[in-house]
């Protein structure tokens, strides 16, 4: 059965540093894109950050370039998304999904999501 | 970017009715490639229709998507207690790929 599993969310200052994980069970991360989309409060999904199939590409969002990196390690199955330079806009739910075996970004599994909070 | 903007916000019906929901694009989804997620709360988000109109893996017959271009459609033909949830669009045609707002499917 496959299974992702975030964690990692915290509540953090404005500026700060978080790391979010993914624990990845049921297929091998090396076999498959994966990306990160959040949900802030009282808005819409909004992906954020993609790591190709290879992990040799990734792609991010206007909002993260520069802040965000999108990693993983194949021999823990677990997908990372280290964020720096925190801001009050950062604030979400954040979901790791599977790509469908493919090119189109097509999400055949998520998590249930982590929650961030940028605050002082 | 692509804006996918969804209707109703909120659409309340009863078990047993039709829902019809719409997620309409700020310009051109080609080759259709265009999906719809549920999710419910406390729950991940899962894949309904993909590619407009092609159901995913155990998705029931229930559910069914149309379209093309810049008008979607998620048609609910019977709703079941278990449908009611939120329901979000994704086109994933056009870098960087978007996310409607979505639409809360509420009992009546």
Known sequence: EVQLVESGGDLVQPGGSLRLSCAASGFSLGSYAMSWVRQAPGKGLQWVSMIS?????????GSGKG???ISRDVSKNTLYLQMDSLRAEDAAIYYCARRRLGQLSIYDYWGQGTLVTVSS | EVVLTQSPGTLSLSPGERATLSCRASQSVSRRYLAWYQRKPGQAPRLLIYGASSRATDIPDRFSGSGSGTDFTLTISRLEPEDFAVYYCQQYD???QTFGQGTKLEIK
């Open chain 1, 67 to 69: 802040r965000f990196t």
């Open chain 1, 53 to 61: 199939e290879s992990g040799d590409n990734t792609w991010y969002a």
């Open chain 2, 94 to 96: 056009v870098p960087p």
